[in-house]
């Protein structure tokens, strides 16, 4: 039997490999995309975020391409122009890896590693968002156990011993938000310090700050599809640290 009082936990080492094979495809192909392509191939791209630039060299996905998105404007005042980039034209693999970059990340050369003589898909930050996704995919696949709910899955992976009185004194949602504050605490940080002064993070900071981001996230995502409730008899089934146990209200108690 499991420490939650199941048989196994199958679903849940599934579910994590899953999360991290995903994850580690794009951790890994942000890498080797940009190392396959002939150097020079991609250079001082600046595009936006959540959106479509270099698809194309004209029309409503190439802004990237247009005579306002080849132009970038440093912090320093100096003045970059990059060369036309349409990942429509590269190969499948190298095209869907920086077409993903493209619609995820906003690619300023100045936030992004070279590989090969060319800029890799993303910005660093979220080189390390990947990389956080994929050991937390790793992670939940070694440790999770489904626990009811989503807040007692992701605490599945705090020892149990660590979590006695927690949960003796019904502090389970405090100590969820606290580990949770804690992983994206560096990233919040190190991006809000740079929009509200001078202080500018680089490529070194960024991934790491963007790590424990991406492990949380990743817990969370895997915890939103493990915790399934119908895995037991009754809520009383599923064993707690500390002995605690989980009892449903009746109607009069709701009232």
Known sequence: ???????????????????????GFFFFSFFFAPFI??????VGLNGRANSIDFASSEGSMSYGNSEGGLIHKHADGSIHYHEHFTWSELDPYTGFIYAFGDLNCHQNHERSWEIGGNQMPVCTRDVGIFFGLMMGGVVFSRRAHN???????????????????????????LAWLACGVALCVPLI??????????YESNNLTRPLTGAPFGLGLAILIGASIAARAEKFSSAGAVLLPGGAKFQLQTPSEEE
């Open 147 to 173: 626990r009811w709910t989503v807040r007692d899955t992701c605490l599945s992976l705090v020892p149990d011993e660590w979590l006695g009185e927690v949960y003796v004194k019904n502090q389970r949602t």
């Open 189 to 198: 940080i190190d991006g809000f310090t740079q929009l509200l002064t001078s």
């Open 1 to 23: 039997m499991e420490k939650n009082g199941l048989e196994h936990r199958f679903r849940e080492r599934k579910i994590g490999l899953w999360i991290a094979s995903v994850s």
């Open 37 to 42: 392509l002939p150097e020079g191939t991609v």
